[in-house]
């Protein structure tokens, strides 16, 4: 049981743009929440997007300062979610973590984060 938010992340000049994947393995990552997280150096996590269940109303979410910039999607068949993140600022800077919500099926925000399927996070750095 596991969610990998590993591949994406990188170094960006600002303006430019990443993708970061969130890929589950044993279970389906559909039936689910799944939320994107960061946290800067010396900051408490936040939250930065969540997309619902697809057994729910499949809506999306993205905080106020992203809203415009970040995008999120599944990709069901690979049992992916992405966030898409483009005019990348300095202060997206960040290690960049999903989870899966719970109750199954939900939709966001869902009523408590799974704190056993955190990874470890992918590295952000916007900078010139």
């Known amino acids: 049981l596991m969610l990998a938010a590993g591949v994406g992340g990188g170094l960006v000049q600002p303006g430019g743009s990443l993708r970061l994947s969130c890929a589950a393995s044993?279970?389906?990552?559909?039936?689910?929440?799944i939320g994107w997280f960061r946290q800067a150096p010396g900051k408490e996590r936040e939250g930065v997007s969540c997309?619902?269940?697809?057994?729910?109303?499949?809506?999306?979410y993205v905080v106020d300062s992203v809203k415009g910039r970040f995008t999120i999607s599944r990709d069901n068949a690979k049992n992916t979610v992405y966030l898409q993140m483009n005019s990348l600022k300095p202060v997206d800077t960040a290690v960049y973590y999903c989870?899966?919500?719970?109750?199954?099926?939900?939709?966001?925000?869902?009523?408590?984060?799974?704190?056993?399927?955190w990874g470890k996070g992918t590295q952000v750095t916007v900078s010139s």
């Open positions: 044993g279970f389906t990552l559909d039936y689910y929440v």
């Open positions: 989870a899966r919500g719970f109750p199954v099926g939900s939709s966001c925000p869902p009523l408590r984060y799974d704190e056993n399927s």
């Open positions: 997309v619902s269940s697809d057994s729910s109303d499949g809506s999306s």
